[in-house]
């Protein structure tokens, strides 16, 4: 019997709508199925990179008037020292995830994708997706269902090559933004151990403020205290949101993909939300899906988007595990941020490769010019 859809996506957070955007825009049948309503929110910064905005737009996505507010560049802050570097084309934007999703849903619904909400998947039968009083065929099953994906477990694909966890937690502030720049300030708890926070306008009058430690313990309000600056900054601010929590992960799987079964976002491995690229990460995975399903719909299409998710994360993988490296050693973060804000051309060639506009041996030189810098310190 033909399959009910070419695509059904269990999951419907970003990675499953622009899964369900990237399948529709090659022409294929697709469903989107979720426990959950549409306006999903979920514990994370809110800051999309140039990158991240452009490839909404390949997608058709736009988000509506007046929603969200730009930052021009990056701002680290950290043992007395500020650096700033602006990106070396276009501009982030700072967005409300629940916003971001209603744009997502909308967009995928013109496309003509059937949005299953409120639908609860409890299980895989072949190539039949059984939800709780229904049933649909489907040519292939992509998993978009989170970091504790279930479509993991069900096929088969938990094997990880790594899996190390930190926390994070988020808050709005209805304050005016006092920095054109996406800030992240680095510091440590009372037992020394790392944290950041990353404070991104959202708005005219809101901040989102989010804060990512190794503690799960650990709430904004017994770490802003060691950011003095920034809690100054917020004292008497109104919070706009509840704190919202979450896990984040370097996360990577040793496969991805079964014959008839694909993993997307977070369902796929993740890398640690200091880059702020797992939402562009999701969008590029998506499309390298949906391409590899129109080109080659047959025997193999599968196994070549298993080559191209591990492409894929190679470079904001490389990101993460250097800056966390900086955030574990205060002496070297200290030492970094010294050099970075005497060369500032640096921090702007990092910044250039962390968005993707510069390739990665371009970054040797700047790599090797840091390491300099951090040698003949005083």
């Not at 649909?136 to 190390?164: M, T």
């Not at 919070?239 to 991805?256: D, I, K, P, Y």
């Not at 250039?352 to 030189?365: D, E, N, R, T």
Request: hydrophobic share 40%; glycine share 12%; proline share 5%.
């Amino acid at each position: 019997m033909s399959p009910d859809f070419d695509v059904f996506v269990i999951g419907g957070g970003p990675a499953g709508l622009v899964t369900a955007i990237a399948s529709a825009q090659c022409g294929l049948r697709v469903a989107v199925a979720d426990a959950w309503g549409p306006g999903i929110d979920k514990c994370c910064g809110e800051g999309l990179m140039p990158d991240s905005v452009e490839a909404l737009g390949a997608l058709g996505v736009t988000l509506p008037e007046g929603a969200g507010y730009p930052f021009p560049g990056i701002r680290f802050l950290g043992n007395g020292v500020s650096v700033d570097a602006r990106f070396p084309a276009g501009t982030g934007i700072g967005v409300r995830r629940t916003v971001l999703h209603d744009a997502l849903s909308a967009e995928a619904a013109r496309r003509g994708v059937e949005q299953l909400w409120k639908t609860r998947v409890v299980g895989l039968n072949g190539g039949r997706v059984e939800c709780e009083g229904r049933s649909f065929r489907a040519q292939w099953i992509v998993g978009a269902d989170g970091g504790q994906s279930a479509v993991r477990k069900w096929s088969g694909l938990e094997a990880c090559r790594r899996d190390e966890r930190r926390y994070g937690f988020r808050r709005h502030y209805g304050i005016a933004p006092w920095s054109e720049f996406m800030e992240l300030y680095w510091g440590e708890d009372e037992r020394r151990e790392e944290c950041q926070v990353y404070v991104t306008p959202v708005g005219p009058q809101e901040v989102c403020v989010a804060l990512l430690s190794r503690n799960p313990q650990l709430r904004l309000d017994q770490a802003l205290p060691w950011f003095p600056q920034l809690a100054q900054r917020l004292s008497g601010a109104p919070a706009t949101s509840a704190e919202r929590g979450g896990v984040t992960a370097s996360r990577q799987l040793r496969r991805v993909c079964t014959e008839r079964i694909a993993l997307v976002g977070d369902a796929s491995g993740s890398v640690d939300a200091i880059t702020g690229e797992g939402l562009c990460l999701t969008f590029h995975q998506a499309r390298a899906l949906a391409r590899c399903l129109w080109e080659s719909p047959g025997a193999g299409s599968l196994s070549r988007y298993e080559e191209e998710h591990r492409r894929l994360r190679r470079r904001p993988a490389f990101m993460a595990d250097l800056l966390l490296m900086l955030g574990r050693r205060s002496w070297l973060r200290r030492r970094t941020l010294n050099v970075l804000a005497a060369q500032q051309s640096l921090f702007s060639g990092m910044l250039a490769m962390h968005v993707g506009a510069l390739p990665p041996v371009s970054f040797a030189a700047n790599f090797l010019a840091l390491g300099w810098g951090l040698l003949t310190q005083a």
